[in-house]
DNA sequence: CATTCATATGTTTAACTATTCATATGTTAT
DNA sequence: ATAACATATGAATAGTTAAACATATGAATG
């Protein structure tokens, strides 16, 4: 084996809590789905109830439903209800940055 | 099922290309792992060459060399050649924002 | 209070994926 | 050329997960 214990050394102490990569990882899961990238786009326009979500994506309320509250969970998106419907939109600006951030890394290559 | 088409309306046309939705979530789907994310931070201090990468985290070769390929596949790494030896890096600055604006979003919401 | 509507949830299954193990490739030195 | 080293790759396995299906909850209405 070469020697790079130097640059072990110097990398190691900067590592961050494994808690917090793992958490890390988590979050960006959530955005690693097809589905749920298309849910959150759509709610960068204004506020859906679940079944306008189930119609624009051609899918049923039920998987629709588990994907929402799994971007829920991440606190990625948020919702009210207004009697027999919720209404879910996108829950803070972090959202949109980070896809904007992906966005422009695939746009840029190719 | 109660009255949604105007909102269906309103959001169908700024939906964009599916392959470009699924292209994104892929993206994302190689920042959704702790030990890519791992990767990903230990080069954000400097270059580092597989088998040091594989002491920092404690790992087979094998296995970091594995998700290596995935993160030069979804270009967020390159690696140059010296000798035998192969020194990954981060390819852009993308990585830094995107992995930020997680970190950002985690630490915000407790 | 029974029914209907909108949504949520538990369970199952098929597809995917991270790691391990074994082996191959490519580089350097003898 | 052959051996040793650093890394890559193919195949197998175990764990994870998205969607489907059936059912449950919770709100409005008659």
């Given at each position: 084996?070469?020697?790079?214990?130097?640059?072990?050394?110097?990398?190691?102490?900067?590592?961050?809590?494994?808690?917090?990569?793992?958490?890390?990882?988590?979050?960006?899961?959530?955005?690693?789905?097809?589905?749920?990238?298309?849910?959150?786009?759509?709610?960068?326009?204004?506020?859906?109830?679940?079944?306008?979500?189930?119609?624009?994506?051609?899918?049923?309320?039920?998987?629709?439903?588990?994907?929402?509250?799994?971007?829920?969970?991440?606190?990625?998106?948020?919702?009210?209800?207004?009697?027999?419907t919720i209404y879910y939109s996108l829950a803070d600006d972090h959202v949109k940055t980070i896809i904007g951030m992906g966005f422009e890394h695939i746009t840029e290559n190719d």
């Amino acid at each position: 084996m070469h020697n790079h214990e130097e640059a072990v050394k110097r990398v190691k102490a900067d590592i961050p809590d494994d808690e917090l990569l793992c958490d890390l990882g988590d979050l960006f899961k959530v955005f690693g789905d097809s589905t749920r990238i298309k849910i959150l786009y759509l709610l960068f326009e204004e506020e859906l109830c679940v079944c306008a979500i189930a119609d624009l994506l051609n899918m049923t309320q039920s998987a629709v439903s588990h994907q929402l509250k799994t971007l829920k969970d991440a606190k990625l998106v948020a919702n009210r209800r207004e009697g027999k419907t919720i209404y879910y939109s996108l829950a803070d600006d972090h959202v949109k940055t980070i896809i904007g951030m992906g966005f422009e890394h695939i746009t840029e290559n190719d």
